[in-house]
């Protein structure tokens, strides 16, 4: 991957406009950071712990709890050690490593929440049949699958990158090595990449959102003939939090990626709520609607002495 490039580090100039607001946003992305690590390990802990749990939907809420663990881990830690004081310099390999990462995780992440609605449409639309279909081997190859597709599409991407030259200035215009920023640092003609990396970065997660919303259709359909209110309940209530998950993690994508003029202070701020507040929500949306996974993580917060026994 590496070429005839002259530059061998970039600096990264932060968030635009946030001049001497350094200290506070340090505190703020430090407490986002801590707190998304926390829920995310707490939430492992309660579907691990607890054998109720041990069901493919909580499979793939694990699988998702990881990827929310190491998302924002691409660009935070990197990101404290500049608003800190120190160094913003990130070498070569660290900016093709970050880019990488960030894409594979998110491309992860797209693949994860289409398996997820698939897996919600066939518990609900064939529940007799779930146990059929969402096998142990049927789910270990999903998960599998969301890590093999989202590493290509990550590689892809991060090849049609940095296989351009960049000979100075070395300049990130940004707080991390995303695909916009270095295009504009590129020594040559960019746009036939430019739209090949659209096309790219489009088409996946529409492709992935048009599954999603054929599942959820069949899904409401299934729901509305359902004919007790309690068991209407119960289903809205497992897929609602799904639902909120997907677009909170969608949003950021098309406001990011497909907005034909970027603003670089609204890409920033819309790229941080994807890179740490999003990740810090999806425990708190998995668990407030659910009472397996509340009662479970009573049981977790009990045994680590954060609550006082019930009597």
Sequence with gaps: MRNASVVTEFILLGIPHTEDLETMLFVLFLSFYIFTLMGNLVILLAIVSSARLHTPMYFFLCK???CDIFFP???SPKMLFYLSGNSRAISYAGCVSQLFFYHFLGCTECFLYTVMAYDRFVAICYPLRYTI??????????????SFFGCIQATFLTTLTFQLPYC???????????IPVMLKLACADT???EMVGFISVGLMPLSCFLLILTSYSRIICSILQIRSAAGRKHAFSTCSAHLTAILLFYMPVVLIYLR??????????????????TPMLNPL???????EVKSSLRKVLYQLDFLPEQR
């Design 64 to 66: 998702l709890s990881v």
């Design 73 to 75: 881990s691409v660009s």
């Design 133 to 146: 279909i969402m096998s142990h081997r049927a789910c270990a190859i999903l998960a599998m699958g969301t």
């Design 168 to 178: 100075g200035p070395n300049e990130v215009d940004y707080f991390f090595c995303d």
């Design 191 to 193: 746009s036939a990449l």
């Design 260 to 277: 034909p003029t970027p603003s670089p202070w609204m890409d920033a701020t819309v790229q941080i709520l994807n890179n740490l507040v």
């Design 285 to 291: 949306i998995y668990s407030l609607r659910n009472k």
